[in-house]
């Protein structure tokens, strides 16, 4: 087993910028793929960003590309998503998740943590 902690989010201002990050203990992340995942009240859970395996191209979804960056960090069991230049439209909860391929469907992916609520405020 996997367990996932996430950790970063708040309120914050259209422009600014956001760290996110997702912890997992119980056993080493560098088997898997990692993605973050976002839903936003009345959506569907969307894949945001992902990343396979060590030295994988990651995943951006076009609506964050050029302004979300993902990174894992094996040392230190965990997974980042750095978020630039936030808009109103970023706001939901932001989820880590743990699997073997980076696909868009929630359904494919093995482990989840908790979530993050991200508020960005125009």
């Known amino acids: 087993q996997v367990q996932l902690v996430e950790s970063g989010g708040g309120l914050v201002q259209a422009g600014d910028s956001l760290r996110l990050s997702c912890a997992a203990s119980?056993?080493?992340?560098?088997?898997?793929?990692m993605g973050w995942f976002r839903q936003a009240p009345g959506k569907e859970r969307e894949l945001v960003a992902g990343?396979?395996?060590?030295?994988?191209?990651?995943y951006y979804a076009d609506s964050v590309k050029g302004r979300f960056t993902i990174s894992r960090d094996s040392a230190k069991n965990t997974v980042y998503l750095h978020m630039n230049s936030v808009k109103p439209e970023d706001t939901a909860v932001y989820s880590c998740?743990?699997?073997?391929?980076?696909?868009?469907?929630?359904?494919?992916?093995?482990?989840w943590g908790r979530g993050t609520q991200v508020t960005v405020s125009s």
């Open positions: 998740a743990a699997g073997g391929v980076v696909q868009s469907s929630p359904r494919h992916w093995t482990f």
């Open positions: 990343i396979g395996k060590p030295l994988g191209s990651p």
């Open positions: 119980g056993r080493a992340l560098t088997p898997y793929a």
